[in-house]
């Protein structure tokens, strides 16, 4: 599976977007961007998925540039409670694949 | 509807001893996973069942056995638990299809003394 690059940390203030990056240069066409968050020690949370095309639901968006090389997750308005680890996961799909979690973006809101 | 239950919570074992985690989903999930997370460091998968009558290894095996039970229940055994086992465990569960919704527990903390 093709491997992710996410810088360790950023920032953003309350109500802003949060734009979290992630790289996969190496992906394959038949690959999934998977993007999960784990809040302080839960078990992580789904966020949203896609192949090729942008993706958008009640949490966040995901953008995927046109040669799949990089996407960005995008919480349009950031709030407190999105304070948490953002893990980019990039897997080809069907429940028979694990996912293997790196160690995410840790995204801090401030107010 | 409970989703994804671990059973214990929280437990301290003696270096050496032997324990199992217990892990049962109530969605009708085909696939089951179970993960560790040591602090500061991402999940790393220990072993998997895509699905009934199936594991594979994961990232981090050694010291860890295995059982699915049936559909709903997974378990993980620590033979000969040792202090470098100490760290938060976490199972979940994934439907058929490409959604790569996994639905986690709330975790069982392990320390090993």
């Known amino acids: 599976d093709a491997k992710t690059t996410q810088p360790p940390s950023m920032d953003c203030a309350e109500g802003r977007a949060a734009n979290l990056p992630c790289n996969h240069s190496?992906?394959?066409?038949?690959?999934?961007v998977y993007w999960y968050r784990q809040i302080h020690s839960q078990g992580p949370q789904y966020i949203i998925h896609?192949?090729?095309n942008n993706e958008t639901n009640e949490m966040a968006s995901l953008i995927i540039t046109e040669d799949r090389k990089s996407s960005t997750l995008i919480l349009p308005h950031a709030t407190l409670r999105d304070t948490a680890v953002y893990y980019c996961?990039?897997?080809?799909?069907?429940?028979?694949?694990?996912?293997?979690f790196g160690k995410g973006t840790s995204l801090l809101v401030t107010p | 509807n409970a989703g994804v239950t671990q059973t214990p919570k929280f437990q301290v074992l003696k270096t050496g001893q032997s324990m199992t985690l217990q892990c049962a989903q109530d969605?009708?999930?085909?696939?089951m996973y179970w993960y560790r997370q040591d602090p500061g460091m991402g999940l790393r998968l220990i072993y998997y069942?895509?699905?009934?009558?199936?594991?594979d290894k994961g990232e981090v095996p050694n010291g860890y056995n295995v059982s699915r039970l049936n559909k709903r229940e997974f378990s993980l055994r620590l033979e000969s638990a040792a202090p470098s086992q100490t760290s938060v465990y976490f199972c979940?569960?994934?439907?058929?299809?490409?959604?790569?919704?996994?639905?986690f527990g709330e975790g069982s903390r392990l320390t090993v003394l």
């Open positions: 896609g192949l090729k």
């Open positions: 996961i990039v897997r080809v799909g069907g429940s028979g694949y694990a996912l293997n």
């Open positions: 969605m009708n999930h085909n696939s």
């Open positions: 190496t992906i394959s066409g038949n690959e999934y």
């Open positions: 069942s895509a699905s009934e009558g199936t594991t």
């Open positions: 979940a569960s994934r439907d058929r299809g490409n959604t790569g919704e996994l639905f």
